[in-house]
């Protein structure tokens, strides 16, 4: 049996299972055999071709979920090891979702296994195979299944890796919104020598893209960096030289702070589209990850960042940057803050985690668990 208590162990086991989205390769098997052993009630939540776990100990007030995943990118090329052998070398582990997010549930196990369950309240996690892909089928559903079963806790910490350099340094309060955007633009094909035949799409849609372009979207927020609009691609498809294309399509995103939502930006794109592209037959999709998110400042972002600093002597930046995760869906139930290890290898060759971290992230969460739970 492994030792719980000491996160190598676990984190070695789910490494080991090539969990690929959204294959699962008997992980939720294996963390689902450790949190019984730990006196959890645990429920195999299926949906689609996702396997999901959700798991409590105790019924109890206050509810402290753990959220993650373990589903994990593909390993790529490029590394010095078997990305799925769990290697450890000179006191650093090796392999795909070491630390995103395999050592952080494996860290958060061993936190509640150094606690023991004599502790008021009760803990859940929830954790996922569907984060990495297009998380329909995960974390989302799961949250609609909590709530009817009344199981919506009080507060979440989802084990993202969260630090630029070193534990300690940042944990997520919020997240930017992200919006993506596919514009296209019609006229009628015809030939590059006869252009006065033919109506070309480009230049209308150039001037589309100017206009989307002239200016930043805002400075920022108090609490985000400013809102930043990135043309992904454009393209017609068009193999030959000497054809005016009938169709011109462009790709964007834009990841946009608490001065927007997703409506305000649909509603300013289509006016600056109409605007720009004057008598032009275009068409605009739009779909949206997710909106814009703060975390209010409070007792649970305090428990959060006093443990860490008890462990590492840092006061973290409350942070807003980066990308999305699981923590847009979390945020529409209770408080939800993101703190994991180091972010600097995820989704790279190599990725890998010194068993250091491990320990210290054990030791915060343990510190986390007791600040909420016995306060």
């Known amino acids: 049996m492994t030792d719980l208590s000491a996160p190598l162990g676990l984190a070695r086991d789910l490494i080991q299972r090539r969990s690929i989205t959204p294959q699962d390769d008997g992980c939720l098997e294996v963390l689902k055999r450790a949190l019984t052993s730990l006196g959890f009630t645990c429920h195999d939540l299926p ?27 593909p390993p790529g090329q490029g590394w010095s090891v ?5 290697q450890l070398v000179d006191g650093v ?19 509640v296994a150094r606690l023991g369950d004599k502790h008021p309240g009760s803990i859940s996690l ?28 009080d507060c979440c910490l989802v084990g993202e890796p969260t630090n630029p350099k070193s534990i300690g340094d940042a944990v997520k309060v919020g997240r930017r919104g992200s919006l993506n955007g596919r514009l296209t633009v019609n006229g009628i094909q015809g030939h590059a020598a006869y252009p006065h035949l033919a109506d070309n799409p480009l230049p209308r849609l150039l001037r589309i893209l100017t206009a989307l372009t002239a200016k930043p979207l805002d400075q920022g927020s108090a609490q985000f960096e400013p ?32 001065l ?9 794109l289509r006016k600056t589209i ?6 032009a ?73 010194p068993l250091e971290d491990l320990e210290n992230l054990t030791r915060i969460y343990r510190r986390v668990l007791e600040r909420v739970l016995m306060s």
Request: proline fraction near 4%; aromatic fraction near 8%; include cysteine.
């Open 47 to 73: 949906f689609g071709e996702v396997r999901n776990l959700y798991a409590r100990r105790g019924n109890a007030s206050p509810h402290f979920c753990f959220a993650g995943h373990t589903d994990v990118v």
């Open 82 to 86: 078997d990305p799925f052998e769990a």
């Open 93 to 111: 582990l090796f392999g795909r979702g070491a630390v995103d997010m395999k050592g952080a549930i494996a860290s958060f196990v061993a936190a």
């Open 126 to 153: 929830l954790i996922t195979g569907d984060e990495e892909g297009i998380a329909t089928h995960g974390t989302v559903k799961v949250l609609d299944w909590m709530k009817a079963k009344g199981e919506t806790p």
């Open 227 to 258: 809102s930043t609009f990135t043309l992904t691609t454009i393209d017609t498809g068009n193999a030959a030289t000497n054809v005016i294309p009938a169709q011109a399509k462009a790709g964007f995103n834009i990841r946009f702070n608490d």
């Open 260 to 268: 927007h939502s997703s409506a305000s930006l649909d509603a300013w």
């Open 274 to 279: 109409a605007e720009a592209g004057g008598d």
């Open 281 to 353: 037959d275009w068409k605009l999709d739009v779909e949206v990850s997710g909106e814009s998110f703060l975390t209010p400042q409070g007792p649970f972002v305090d428990a959060v960042c006093d443990a860490i600093k008890d462990v590492t002597g840092k006061n973290p930046e409350r942070s807003t940057s980066g990308g999305t995760s699981d923590a847009r869906f979390i945020t529409r139930h209770c408080p939800v803050i993101e703190f994991g290890l180091g972010g600097a290898s995820m989704h790279k060759s190599d990725e890998r985690v």
